[in-house]
């Protein structure tokens, strides 16, 4: 389904809406009895008190819904507070639900894939969602991305504007990471597990799943942009590093300087400034003093009979 299509079909559910809280508080409830981590399970009490506020002010929420789901499901240049768009997302449940049993997906793959919603949620200590969580979530609700083991895979088309501008390619990676390029893309949630043994059970689990729930798409390569895959780690990590050892699934084709995505990541904030970084562990010591060795990896992992040219 395109986003355009998407759009009709929440439109749809708008038009002939009777939302199910229980339903809604049902799902969460089985949601976190199977959750084993505890950052990623969501207080209940925040659940009620969305349904609340939605319920005390239906007529402006349901506004909203009508601005964010026209055209293009889940606009992102509408202006809302953290928490409405927790509250959109939240009531939007129902009809992902519904969705998922449309197309015979598994409600146990839902409900493992909503755990980058209540994840985000804690994060922002209950207040909400920023926009660029809004952004990235709306793709579970598009049915984009679906976390499969400890791996989340986003079916999606390569684009060279994700790219930072100082990008360098090697192994004829400009020739291969062509835009509109079939990809699997692969993420990686905060506390997961990613030592070889779990990295290539969630890589045989989305080839299962996409042979038997998106056999009609021709995705033939998992890729991956993250700061796991820098060349540079080698001079922050240990031989026996995770991190190191997940970059070996992956076959290299650009790399870049940039340190965003690092920092965010090794130290969990976007602060620039030295002296407020953290440094509580080995590799955030390591690399506040090798700052100019961050950066990002950019790889492929090829599957089936598909060769790279």
């Given at each position: 389904m395109t986003n355009l299509a998407y759009s009709y079909y929440y439109q749809n559910y708008l038009e002939n809406?009777?939302?199910?809280h229980q339903q809604i508080q049902d799902f969460c409830q089985n949601y976190n009895q199977a959750q084993s981590i505890e950052n990623r399970q969501i207080k209940l009490t925040t659940i009620q008190g969305v349904l609340k506020d939605f319920q005390d002010k239906q007529p402006v929420y349901l506004a909203i819904l009508q601005q964010?789901?026209?055209?293009?499901?889940?606009?992102?240049?509408?202006?809302?507070?953290?928490?409405?768009?927790?509250?959109i997302m939240v009531v939007c449940l129902q009809p992902l639900?519904?969705?998922?049993?449309?197309?015979?997906?598994?409600?146990?793959?839902?409900?493992e894939t909503l755990s980058d919603l209540f994840l985000r949620v804690n994060l922002s200590q209950g207040v909400g969602l920023s926009a660029d969580d809004f952004e990235w979530l709306a793709r579970i609700f598009r049915l984009r991305i679906f976390k499969l083991g400890e791996l989340q895979f986003e079916f999606t088309n390569f684009n060279s504007a994700t790219l930072p501008e100082d990008i360098s390619y090697i192994n004829n990676g400009y020739k291969i990471l062509k835009d509109n390029l079939p990809i699997i893309s692969v993420h990686i949630m905060q506390n997961s597990l990613i030592d070889k043994k779990h990295s290539l059970s969630s890589f045989d689990q989305a080839i299962q799943f996409k042979q038997e729930f998106l056999a009609e798409f021709n995705y033939n390569y998992f890729y991956c942009h993250s700061w796991l895959l820098n060349p540079n780690n080698n001079s922050l990590l240990d031989a026996d590093s995770k991190i190191l050892s997940f970059a070996k699934n992956f076959e290299l084709l650009a790399y870049s300087s940039c340190p965003k995505m690092a920092i965010e990541r090794i130290f969990g904030t976007k602060e620039l400034s030295l002296k407020n970084l953290p440094q509580q562990t080995?590799?955030?010591r390591k690399a506040i003093i090798n700052l100019k060795l961050l950066g990002v990896g950019i790889g492929i992992k090829k599957f089936g009979n598909t060769s790279v040219s």
């Open positions: 809406f009777s939302i199910d964010v789901i026209k055209q293009d499901f889940l606009l992102t240049n509408i202006q809302l507070s953290d928490w409405q768009r927790l509250v639900i519904n969705l998922y049993k449309r197309n015979s997906l598994p409600l146990k793959v839902l409900r080995s590799l955030q």
